[in-house]
Structures are given as C-alpha cells and as structure tokens.
C-alpha cells in the first residue's frame, strides 16, 4: 500500500513536467547554438537581441519550473491530507507515518529532478558557448575545491531540501487547526518559523572552513527535519480538522 501512495504522487503530473523539463533542456540547447555563433555572423547585432530574448524566455522557464515545483509539492500534501480528498486518504489502511514518508519522497523526487535539469541546462549553455575553456577551468576548478567535500556537499543539498519540504508542511498543518484563512495563516505560520529561524541562524554562524559550514549546516537541517516531521506527524494523527 505505501507504494501505491508513492505512485499517486506522480500520476497525473508526470506528463506536465516532462514537456517543462523537455522545454527548458530544448532552449537551453537554441541558446548555446545562438551564443556560440554570435563570433562567427555578420549580424551580430540581430544575434545579440535574439541571444536576449531566448535568455528571457528561458528564464521565464525556470521561473515556471521553480514556481510549479513548490505548487505541487503544496497541492499534493494539502489537496490529499487536509481537504475534502483527506477523508479517503486517512481512512486508507496505512499509518500516518507511511502517508507523510510517501509525500515526502515524492516531493523530493520532484524537487531534485528539477534542480537537476536546471543544473544541466546551464552546464549544456556554457559549454556550447565556450566548450573548451569552460570544461577545463570547471574541471580544474571543482578538483582544487569540492573533491574532498562532494559527498558532505550532497548530503548537505538532501537534508536542507528535505527540511524545506518538511517546514512547508508543518506550516500547511498549522494553517489547518482553525477554522478559516487555513491557507493565510498557514502563510503565517511559514514566515514566523523562517524569521526565527533566520534570526537563531544568523547568531550561530560558523566561519571556519566549508567542511564545517557544511557539517553545521547538515547538523542543522537534520534536527528541523525531524522536528518538522514530528511536528506534521502529531497534527495529522490528534488535531485533523477536515473541510
């Protein structure tokens, strides 16, 4: 059954970001041919303009992209959970673990593909507008400062995506205990927990090296991931109060 769950997550929108992904990764590619020519035509000019404005365009994408992310990872939780759908939901035999565990991996899916595909779109525009002095300055310049680190740096991108998730959830479950602005307070509830969080961050900076920035970091996120998590888990399991 908790597979089940975590098919749900991508039926019905894989079809939509595909096509985004194949649009972003598509003009990314229009734009690396167009910047790449620009030294080679006679109207330089008019390639710059069209350079402009397929950067414009592409940038709209990845706003798209961005945005569409986060309105899904909102929709699947709250629409599923704590609107009219969440009497199905909480009435599947699975347990309020197993349903907050499938809507966080699939969240997270979503969210690395995306970031992916913004990564490699970006790798493939520089690269065709200066493939051989963007390959090797980046090789040498990744060896020299991430090789020992990559793995930290990872884990480091998995727990604060997650704890992002988490914090998104945690405030929609707050928005649900009262009766009206559900989704203003849950609004609310977001911000004030990013200002404290904000607020403690900032008095606890750490300025050694970027081993202990990101081991902090990961520290960090791993105890709001799990007290996120607690906190969802407890409001779904004693405070539901669906509409």
Known sequence: ??????????????????????????????????????????????????????????GGLVITLSISTLILIIQRFKG????????????????????????LLGAF??????TVVFLFSLYIIISMI????????FAEYMLKNYTDNFWLALISYIFNTL?????????????QLFNEYRTALAVVAYIAIQVVLGFITLNLRIDFDYN?????EIFKDLILSVGFYLGTY??????VNLQ
């Open 163 to 175: 704890a992002g998730i988490l914090c998104i959830y945690l405030s929609i479950s707050i928005g």
């Open 130 to 137: 200066q493939p051989d002095a963007f390959l090797s300055s």
């Open 1 to 58: 059954m908790f597979w089940n769950l975590v098919r749900y997550e991508f039926k019905n929108v894989n079809k939509w970001f595909l096509a985004l992904y194949a649009a972003v990764l598509s003009l990314s590619v229009i734009i690396g041919i167009q910047g790449s020519s620009l030294s080679s035509t006679y109207y330089q000019d008019k390639g710059v303009v069209m350079l402009v404005f397929l950067s414009l365009v592409f």
């Open 80 to 103: 599923s959970v704590y609107d009219r759908r969440g009497y199905l939901t909480l009435t599947l035999p699975v347990s309020e673990h197993q349903i907050l565990s499938a809507k």
């Open 212 to 216: 202990w920035v990101l081991s902090f």
């Open 109 to 114: 899916v979503w969210s690395l593909t995306s």
């Open 234 to 239: 407890y409001i779904l399991k004693n405070k």
